[in-house]
């Protein structure tokens, strides 16, 4: 990797782009990959099987080298090294502690149901690296925009208070993916209490330093072997724990992901495949569920709370409609959107319309 990373690049688009506004070049120009691999082994990603389950790392010498040609001859450079990382941010330098019994093992997953206990999950060689890098002439920022595998960082309290302290610029994405235990299984991702656990850790680590900080979660919908009551849940905690999330994932079956094979065949290969007695999986085909699980993810937007109240009473849960906190919607549509999209304002005694301020205080007109 030193050797590919070290070639004489020109750090600059090809000069046939001219003077266009590259979205993708924006995003990575002043980016530093230090590893590849994942041994995570998350079935809705392929990483693990086009990068690798053993990481590949950068000397340290190499990464320090690539940041002062950035320095030097990236235009538009202004201190600010916007990532340091790699398909997951916190693998640096991690490997099983025997070779041999690397060599051997087949597990899918290094870190799935449990971290192993052959895995050294020391993060003292990247909080090393990290201060070598804000220790280089001219870097004023480095951070870190990859994402960060929460169940390794509360292994280690000192990486999350470096992380926090130095490399979180307002915001830290983190993938929780879900919080039901049966599409978390299917994903073979860590229960929501690991991802409790390192939001306490992060929030102290940020009071301790004086910084107002938040976690960014994402979460998937119509996973392979979820159902409306799971996303259901997820939507109550979502709602429970005040997160409106703008932008969401809704599952898609890609090259190489082993959910892709729970979604075409039905069946989980995580377990035992054999006639009559393989663990089947639901994968969520139809569009109108498929738009439900969404909705679930964006139980706040009111669009959606048409179809939300009709599912909702479908499934025994009516309970859930109504205005109470612990309810996901309300019981009636605001004019003019969802299915009311088009009607006209309530009209008072009088004539006269019902307007209402962005601060939700009715004046009358």
Same mark, same amino acid.
């Given at each position: 990797m030193d050797a590919v990373y070290d070639l004489p690049y020109a750090r600059a688009p090809h000069p046939s782009y001219g003077d266009a506004k590259i979205p993708a070049w924006d995003m990575i120009k002043f980016s530093v990959t230090i590893m590849r691999g994942c041994f995570g082994g998350c079935t809705f990603c392929s990483i693990t099987e086009h990068e690798g389950r053993?990481?590949?790392?950068?000397?340290?010498?190499?990464?320090?080298? $690539?940041?002062?040609?950035?320095?030097?001859?990236?235009?538009?450079f202004t201190g600010v090294i916007s990532d340091i990382g790699g398909p997951t941010a916190n693998m640096y330098r991690m490997a099983c502690k /025997?070779?041999?019994?690397?060599?051997? @093992?087949?597990?899918?997953? @290094?870190v799935f149901p449990e971290i192993c206990p052959n895995l050294n999950t020391s993060h003292d060689d990247l909080i090393r690296l990290y201060r070598k890098v804000r220790e280089t002439k001219g870097i004023k920022k480095v951070m870190v925009a990859s994402g960060v595998r929460y169940d390794l960082?509360?292994?280690?309290? $000192? !990486?999350?208070?470096?992380?926090?302290?130095?490399h979180v610029g307002g915001y830290l994405k983190i993938a929780p993916e879900h919080t039901e235990r049966g599409p978390l299984d299917k994903m073979m991702k860590p229960g929501i209490g690991a991802y409790n656990q390192f939001k306490r850790?992060?929030?102290?680590?940020?009071?301790?330093?004086? *910084? *107002? !900080? %938040?976690?960014?979660? %994402?979460?998937?919908?119509?996973?392979?072997?979820?159902?409306?009551? /799971?996303?259901?849940n997820l939507a109550l905690w979502l709602k429970k724990n005040r997160y409106r999330a703008d932008q969401v994932q809704t599952f898609l079956p890609s090259p190489m992901a082993t959910a892709t094979a729970m979604y075409h065949t039905g069946v989980n290969p995580l377990r035992g495949v054999r006639h009559g007695g393989s663990d089947k999986v639901e994968a969520i085909k139809g569009l109108r569920q498929r738009r439900l699980h969404k909705a679930f993810l964006r139980y706040h937007d009111p669009d959606n709370w048409p179809v939300l109240r009709e599912a909702l009473k479908a499934m025994g849960r009516a309970d859930l409609i109504g205005s109470r906190p612990d309810q996901l919607v309300p019981a009636h549509q605001p004019p003019g959107t969802g299915?009311?999209?088009?009607?006209?304002?309530?009209v008072r005694p009088g004539g006269k319309t019902q307007r209402f301020t962005t601060k939700g205080l009715r004046v009358m007109k």
């Open positions: 053993i990481i590949q790392n950068r000397s340290e010498g190499s990464i320090l080298r $690539e940041i002062e040609k950035i320095r030097d001859k990236t235009p538009g /025997d070779p041999k019994v690397e060599a051997a @093992c087949r597990r899918p997953s @290094c960082a509360v292994e280690s309290p $000192e !990486y999350i208070k470096e992380l926090v302290t130095h850790m992060f929030d102290a680590a940020a009071e301790q330093a004086g *910084k *107002k !900080y %938040y976690l960014i979660p %994402y979460f998937i919908a119509a996973h392979p072997g979820t159902t409306d009551e /799971d996303m259901m299915k009311a999209a088009g009607t006209r304002r309530p």
